[in-house]
Each structure stands twice: as structure tokens, then as C-alpha cells.
């Protein structure tokens, strides 16, 4: 029964279960990955047009560069990207999207090392994953860098910043994170690694505590960023 090969039930699982695009739910063909070519096609990525407004939001935030992806809007299905990887637990979506920013920024960028934005462990334990980690796993593999995860701890289990105001998210995050062990990102320009940015109050608490280290330079990059900042 040699013909009963693994490619043969493979395609017989995929024959039963076909994969479909994370944002309009055709089924995918060989050859695409995670989004179907139309919606691929149409994903509003950042071409650059907004980067003076990009500039403001970085000095604001106290910050070398904001890279981004895509333009997040929850009124479109393209934030079902984000979604598919949070909540329908789809890590090696992640790390794809990751790796398409990290091609974008790979000639610009100068970065030493990779730092996700943590959960709270707690979080963290009953998603089995952080997200951050996984989008932060594919930029640092396209700019061959490291990824110091311990650097920054969430130390405050917030609740979701989705549905909070601007004041309240600023008040939600405020003293959610901590120094861990940071010898190893000292003199260091690192790229804080987030999902998506709204409001900036979470990276305006993490640069709270990363500004505290020795020679740091911080640049910030997400999957999404949304029109509303
Ligand atoms: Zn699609």
C-alpha cells in the first residue's frame, strides 16, 4: 500500500477541510498562503504617502520610526488578519505577516534586536501564545536579529483596549509593564513589535520603562495601524 503516501492524505485532508482566506473565506488555491490573491491584492498597505504623519506620531511617542503594514480599520474585513491570529490561534499567520513587514523595512531599518509588546502571563497562558511574539519571530528572521523577550514584563492583567476611549486606554496600560533583564539590549536600537497601534498609550507605556535602559534607541513596528491616531 506504498501509494498511501503522506502527500496522498494530505491532500485528502485538505480535500475535506479546505483552507480557506483569513478575510473573505474562499478557499485557498496551492500557492497562496494565507489570503487569497484578490484580497492580497487589495490589502491597504502603507505606501509611504503618510510618512510626515508617521514622523509626528514617532516624535510624539518618543520614538525613531513607526513602520507599519497596513491601514486597520474595524469596519473593513481586512482586520480579520489580526483577528485570525489572535483569536483563531493562527501563529504561523503570524509569523508570515511578520516576515512581509520585515521585507518592507529590511533596507532602512539599522535594528539590533526584536522586543514584543508582552501579555500579562496569565493572558498569555490561556491564548498559548502572544501575538507580538509571533509577528516580532518573522521581521527577526528577515533582518536576522535576535528577539529578547525577557526584556519587558506586563506586570498588570489590563483588559482589552478594544471599545476604550483615548483617556482610558492612556489610564488602562499607564503601569502595566516592568524591566526584566535588560544588559543584553543596552546601546541597542530595538524595534518594539506590536499587532496593531490605535492610540499609542501602550507604547507610550513601554517606552516608560525602555527609555530607563542605557543607550537605548526605540523604533516601533506593527501589523496594523489604525486611521484614528
Ligand atoms: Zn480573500
Not at 497596513?70 to 501563529?91: C, M, P, T
Not at 539590533?112 to 498569555?124: G, N, S, W
Request: proline residues 3%; hydrophobic residues 40%; aromatic residues 8%.
Amino acid at each position: 500500500m506504498t501509494w498511501l503516501s503522506s502527500s496522498f492524505f494530505s491532500n485528502f485532508f485538505r480535500l475535506l477541510y479546505p483552507r480557506a482566506c483569513v478575510v473573505c473565506g474562499d478557499v485557498l488555491v496551492d500557492g497562496e498562503p494565507f489570503l487569497c490573491s484578490v484580497c492580497l491584492s487589495g490589502l491597504p498597505l502603507n505606501d509611504g504617502i503618510d510618512e510626515e504623519a508617521d514622523e509626528v506620531l514617532a516624535n510624539d511617542l518618543g520614538i525613531g520610526h513607526l513602520y507599519w503594514l497596513f491601514r486597520y480599520d474595524r469596519a473593513s474585513d481586512f482586520h480579520k488578519l489580526v483577528y485570525a491570529i489572535k483569536y483563531r490561534f493562527n501563529k504561523e499567520l503570524g509569523v508570515w505577516a511578520g516576515k512581509m513587514l520585515g521585507e518592507r523595512m529590511k533596507d532602512i531599518s539599522g535594528i539590533d534586536c526584536i522586543i514584543p509588546v508582552p501579555l500579562h502571563p496569565k493572558r498569555e497562558k490561556e491564548r498559548g501564545f502572544n501575538q507580538a511574539f509571533m509577528i516580532g519571530t518573522g521581521i527577526a528572521s528577515v533582518l536576522s536579529v535576535r528577539v529578547a523577550s525577557g526584556v519587558l514584563k506586563r506586570v498588570v492583567n489590563t483588559p482589552s483596549q478594544t471599545g476604550l476611549e483615548r483617556g482610558q486606554r492612556a489610564d488602562n496600560v499607564a503601569e502595566a509593564f516592568e524591566l526584566g533583564d535588560t544588559a543584553c539590549v543596552e546601546d541597542c536600537h530595538v524595534l518594539l513589535v506590536d499587532d496593531v497601534v490605535t492610540s499609542g498609550a501602550t507604547i507610550r507605556a513601554c517606552m516608560m520603562e525602555l527609555s530607563k535602559i542605557k543607550g537605548i534607541r526605540v523604533s516601533v513596528a506593527c501589523l496594523g495601524k489604525s486611521g484614528s491616531i
